[in-house]
């Protein structure tokens, strides 16, 4: 599934609920955990329940956290059709991967679904959680991705929260070497909290795509627009990656390997590079010309 912004929408506000089937992120996540008081947990879930039924969006559900009374009530209520997965707070280990794999299993099977088919995406927020990616990674076939928790991994070890995100630069290049020794898709950045600093968030996405993301968690409908403009491929890279893959056909036939293009040297890695930008942005165009 290609889909690089994914926007946290509370569970307990109805406008939001609402308005969510109409913008433009490419995920939608209906949210059950921090942005849900504790007296509206259960008008949340029954919110929520209702939406994946009725979304038209790609819909994921951010459950509570495992250690919490709510996570087996939400993912009881939530399991169903047009769920495509939960988002899985705080994960630190394999072990809550697993207990999380068991209780959709269980109603996946009670409800006719597919085996296996509701996602798993553990969102890394603590020191452990980082220490352990690999194996969260790699827990199940439901983990398809990470997610990355800044505030509260900020918080866990003690950092302080810059709008620069120097404190948080050696998570994110972990998770996405995780994500890269496990076999999955890259990960999805973390939010950005400063709606003030359109510039910044800017900076922030930029960064985050260099550094190899997929994409970015969103918290307000302002900012899905850049995350969808980063993180397309331009003119100009696919431009550049069908020059090189239509170079390489035609070395490929005449038995060579390394060769220079327009003074640059190519060779298998920066073949492959090129291939994957131009399957991301037929999928984008598709995804795009399918919503239209």
Do not use: C
């Amino acid at each position: 599934m290609l889909a690089h912004s994914w926007l946290f929408v509370p569970g307990s506000n109805e406008k939001a609920l609402a308005k969510s089937s109409g913008l433009p992120a490419h995920a939608i996540i209906y949210d059950l955990e921090d942005a849900v008081s504790v007296d509206e947990k259960e008008k949340a879930r029954a919110a929520v329940k209702e939406m994946v039924r009725v979304s038209n969006k790609v819909t994921y559900v951010r459950v509570n956290s495992l250690g919490s009374p709510y996570a087996a009530h939400d993912i009881a209520a939530v399991t169903n059709v047009g769920l495509a997965g939960i988002v899985l707070p705080k994960a630190e280990d394999k072990e809550s991967i697993l207990f999380s794999e068991q209780l959709l299993q269980k109603w996946e099977r009670e409800r006719g679904l597919p085996d296996g088919s509701v996602e798993i995406v553990p969102l890394i927020e603590s020191a452990r959680g980082l220490y352990h990616a690999v194996d969260i990674a790699g827990a199940s076939h439901r983990v398809k991705r990470l997610m990355f928790g800044a505030v509260d991994f900020s918080l866990d070890i003690n950092a302080q929260i810059t709008n620069s995100g120097t404190e948080i630069l050696y998570a994110r290049s972990k998770l996405v070497i995780a994500s890269r020794v496990a076999g999955i898709q890259p990960p999805i950045d973390t939010v950005f909290i400063d709606l003030n600093d359109p510039e910044g968030f800017l900076a922030d996405t930029r960064l985050a795509k260099q550094l190899g993301f997929k994409g970015k968690l969103v918290i307000h409908p302002n900012q899905i627009g850049v995350v969808n403009e980063v993180f397309m491929p331009t003119k100009q890279e696919v431009e550049e990656a069908g020059k090189i893959l239509n170079a390489y056909e035609r070395k490929r036939v005449e038995g060579f390997g390394a060769f220079q293009l327009e003074g640059k040297m190519i060779d298998l890695p920066v073949v492959e590079k090129a291939k994957r930008l131009m399957e991301s942005y037929t999928m984008f165009s598709q995804s795009k010309s399918d919503r239209e």
